[in-house]
């Protein structure tokens, strides 16, 4: 704090940064070490998560299927082991309000709706 020689009043001048003091009071911490590093991990993860969904693009009929026992959406549901996306009603996992267990494989539901499914 200096005082202004004119006003007398008291003026707040921040010190440059490189003549800060620093020192650790490591007892003054309020959260444990672990617990930040783990948090600090975490945020990493989450941002390299985002940025991977959003280089991956939509599926073709993304938010377009519905189940057909009781109406609202099919929702990814996992990969196989070839990585080919399968589908499953939403509402089995996230209630079980459904009985519509079946899972399918969205690259054969997008082939029959772009014709091009195989004729036996
Ligand atoms: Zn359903």
Redesign the pocket.
Known sequence: MVKNPDTGKRISRPNPRDQWQTIDVPELRIIADTLWDRVQDLKGEKVRLTSQAKRRPPHLLSGLLR?G????GMSVHDRDKTGKTRIR?S??RESGS?S?RRIIYLPDVEKAVLGVWPRN
């Open positions: 189940c026992c009781c109406g609202p009603c509402a089995v459904c519509n």
